[in-house]
T-cell receptor, first 106, second 115 residues
Framework: DAKTTQPNSMESNEEEPVHLPCNHS???????IHWYRQLPSQGPEYVIH???SNVNNRMASLAIAEDRKSSTLILHRATLRDAAVYYC???????FGQGTRLTINP | DAGVIQSPRHEVTEMGQEVTLRCKPI?????LFWYRQTMMRGLELLIY????????DSGMPEDRFSAKMPNASFSTLKIQPSEPRDSAVYFC?????????????FGDGTRLSIL
């Protein structure tokens, strides 16, 4: 199955960390995991990607399980501007699914 | 640095009319993707091109839909004849190279309403 599995929605408070999970149990060894987010009335925006090792950039961190069957996007200090739909996809399959709608409470 | 440019941003037309959506990818990018987004089905890949050649059109819903890429800086998605169920937001994205680490860059989309 090309799809990844994510919770439909999550909620967090401003300035707290957020952990967004994603299951990709059928992923191949050479397939990258990409995360995108989509703000209202905009196209998806690239957030981060990884293959095996954990990754950090200015937007977020990505933790990849040792067996690569799951990963977690980490927003270290959520802001109101992080409220969006977050998508986890397999780069070789390009199947976006419904993503996780993240709500941030002030 | 210009991103992916789509036009028009909004299109409202009557059932049966021909609709043409346009996309200008980021200069130098050799992959171009067309997606459709609806509440029911989410974001679906319709077709993608590599070096102006269609590679996979298995997501194109039916023969009423066609896509072309006459050169590296321009692509069109055409619906003829249009139907109300085609109402959706259509996104174009481009990417550089074949590496799985290369991200896609999306445009802001065309919101299409078929009356």
């Amino acid at each position: 199955d090309a799809k990844t599995t994510q919770p439909n929605s999550m909620e967090s408070n401003e300035e707290e960390p957020v952990h967004l999970p994603c299951n990709h149990s059928t992923i191949s060894g050479t397939d990258y995991i990409h995360w995108y987010r989509q703000l209202p009335s905009q196209g998806p925006e690239y957030v981060i990607h990884g293959l095996t090792s954990n990754v950090n950039n200015r937007m977020a961190s990505l933790a990849i399980a040792e067996d690569r069957k799951s990963s977690t996007l980490i927003l270290h200090r959520a802001t109101l501007r992080d409220a969006a739909v977050y998508y986890c996809i397999r780069a070789q399959k390009l199947v976006f699914g419904q993503g996780t709608r993240l709500t941030i409470n002030p | 640095d210009a991103g992916v440019i789509q036009s028009p941003r909004h299109e409202v037309t009557e059932m049966g009319q021909e609709v043409t959506l346009r996309c200008k990818p980021i200069s130098g990018h050799d992959y171009l993707f067309w997606y459709r987004q609806t509440m029911m089905r989410g974001l679906e890949l319709l077709i993608y091109f590599n070096n102006n050649v269609p590679i996979d059109d298995s997501g194109m819903p039916e023969d009423r839909f066609s896509a072309k890429m006459p050169n590296a800086s321009f692509s069109t998605l055409k619906i003829q004849p249009s139907e109300p169920r085609d109402s959706a937001v259509y996104f174009c994205a481009s990417k550089l190279g074949t590496g799985g680490y290369q991200p896609q860059h999306f445009g802001d989309g065309t919101r299409l309403s078929i009356l």
